[in-house]
């Protein structure tokens, strides 16, 4: 924040907020480039040689965009937080507030993704999961939620990896369902800003493929046969239903994450939550009749013995996983795009001036602003 000092005082703080914006802005767009890289960015593909034998191609390109992300997101989140010391009481506008929201989404699921891949891939390629998680947790006056606690870390263990250890059990998070209820809201926001207020069966079928993988996601001790008994499959079935349970509950009752943790005493949602929730609850009354029935056909998927069954089906939930976020981040994609047209909340200031134009303003009075402030050498043919 150094660097953006004005000298003008009065100015500093709108300087701020434009300098916020921006970074946050490209941090999304950062993400989302790498996320087309995805398949490879980690371990490389395999592939064989003539003899037989096989060998690991890097994908240097998803690497070098997957440490673009890495840069962006460190960037924003360092001025960040110098930001929310500077200005404890700053309140960003709706369509600012949206893009928080995506892109603490963009983290989660990028933090469900790191718990399918061992921990000894992780560790030489992302040190910086202890920023990651610090980064969700910071971006409290993006949209007032507090995403994530200082036990929610990105390398939460998968299903395969879960302990039954009650000190283990109770410090777990689960980042599909907190990616679920964000992925939720927003498509609840954005609907509200759109002509027609329905939504498509694609976007309810991938809707449904994020419950079913978030129910998945909370079963317990899958590779542990002596928790395989009836009890063990009657405190998993009440969580699998709730994984599928909006629009089946009252519009005011707090939203509670596997296990019964109240997300509103480890998040602080209180109001917000119930406004959320009303958000949600609205949506799917435009689409109730179709909601409905593609809600039952995944519930009907789901084995009837989850713990028995899931044991043997690990290599179908990683290739269900891979598929399902890929689905994710298409849709984030087109969320991120539709929210940044100028009719609905635009982009930033800074990113319009970056790309040769500014909201209200003629190709000519930009070129003449693009002069005043020393910007017009950039745009020259």
Known sequence: MGD???????????????????LLHHAIRAHLVAAQHQPNDIMGELIEDECGGSHEVEDEEGKDKAWAATRTRTAFTQFQQKFQGLHPDYQPEPGRAFDGMLFESLLLVEAAKLSDVGASVIAPQFDDTDELRQCIARRTKITDLVAVTAEARPDVQIPSKASTSPQKKSQK???????????????????EQLPGKTITEEWMQIAGSLMQLAALETIDGLNDSATNSSNSVEQVCPTIIDCFAYHHVPVLKQLKEPG????SEDFGLDCWLMEEEQAISDMFRSCEDT???????YLDELPTDPVGNLAHRQEEYHAMMDKVMKSVYDCLADIFRIN?????????????IEEG???GMSGEDFQMFAERVGLAKIYEP
């Open 291 to 297: 909601w409905g029935i593609i809600r039952q056909r």
């Open 260 to 263: 019964g943790v109240d997300i």
């Open 357 to 359: 134009g500014l909201t």
């Open 4 to 22: 953006t000092r004005c000298a003008n005082p009065e100015y500093q703080f709108d300087v701020d907020v434009l300098m916020l914006e921006y």
């Open 173 to 191: 998070r689960h980042p599909t369902f907190l990616l679920l209820h964000r992925f939720m809201i927003l498509n609840a926001r954005l609907l």
């Open 340 to 352: 940044s047209l100028p009719e609905i909340s635009g982009k930033p200031a800074l990113v319009q």
